[in-house]
Nanobody, 126 residues
């Protein structure tokens, strides 16, 4: 059984930092692209960042560039999202997701991800 478990969310003030972690089990972690998505109240789910199998290629949505960093440790089956300079607009449920390698399926579409975590709440107060 594949399982993705997020941790590290919480309530912080604007300008603070958080590091989210997502640990995977039941799959060969290094064979998957990993993504972090978020969904804020009243808004659609959006891709925040993604990282390829080796960590050598990353993507960030424009709104978090320069503030968030995605990384992975394949020896620990874990992907991280370091979030700095948090803003109230970052408030959302954050999900990690895994996408099997496939030349024909892009990482920007949430429909192309095979497995999802349960989500962790991030709340940023002003």
């Amino acid at each position: 059984q594949v399982q993705l478990v997020e941790s590290g969310g919480g309530l912080v003030q604007a300008g603070d930092s958080l590091r989210l972690s997502c640990t995977a089990s039941g799959l060969t972690f290094s064979r998957y692209t990993m993504g972090w998505f978020r969904q804020a109240p009243g808004k659609e789910r959006e891709l925040v960042g993604a990282i390829n199998w080796s960590g050598g290629s990353t993507y960030y949505v424009v709104s978090v560039k320069g503030r968030f960093t995605i990384s992975r440790d394949n020896t620990k089956n874990t992907v991280y999202l370091q979030m700095n300079s948090l803003e109230p607009e970052d408030t959302a449920v954050y999900y990690c997701a895994a996408k099997a390698f496939d030349y024909g399926l892009g990482y920007r579409n949430d429909g192309n991800y095979d497995y999802w975590g349960q989500g962790t709440q991030v709340t940023v107060s002003s």
